[in-house]
Nanobody, 121 residues
Framework: QVQLVESAGGLVQPGGSLRLSCAAS????????MGWYRQAPGKERELVAT???????NYADSVKGRFTISRDNAKNTVYLQMNSLKPEDTAVYYC???????????????WGQGTQVTVSS
């Protein structure tokens, strides 16, 4: 299986910054898509940002210009740099990685454990 380990979130003041990381491990042949989702209390999980194997990025309108997604292929790691944080960014952030496993070239769709990001004074 492909496992994901996310870095810890934290409490950040409005306007502050935080970087999340997510490292994938296991029988990985390829990572085709990496992304970040978030879920606030009482709301459904929503897409924050994605990055393809070709470094094509996609952002939710609510975070565009403030968040940056990037990846380190050698480390099988995806990052989310969050700047100018707002209280509405408060949520549990989940990493998502999709691709193919080395064994039998099976597809996988793995999720991180989730990490709490709280933006508050």
């Amino acid at each position: 299986q492909v496992q994901l380990v996310e870095s810890a979130g934290g409490l950040v003041q409005p306007g502050g910054s935080l970087r999340l990381s997510c490292a994938a491990s296991g029988s990985i042949f390829s990572i085709d898509l990496m992304g970040w989702y978030r879920q606030a209390p009482g709301k459904e999980r929503e897409l924050v940002a994605t990055i393809t194997s070709g470094d094509t990025t996609n952002y939710a309108d609510s975070v565009k210009g403030r968040f940056t997604i990037s990846r380190d292929n050698a480390k099988n790691t995806v990052y989310l740099q969050m700047n100018s944080l707002k209280p509405e960014d408060t949520a549990v952030y989940y990493c998502n990685v999709q691709g193919h496993r080395s064994t039998y070239y099976r597809r996988y769709d793995s999720w991180g454990q989730g990490t709490q990001v709280t933006v508050s004074s």
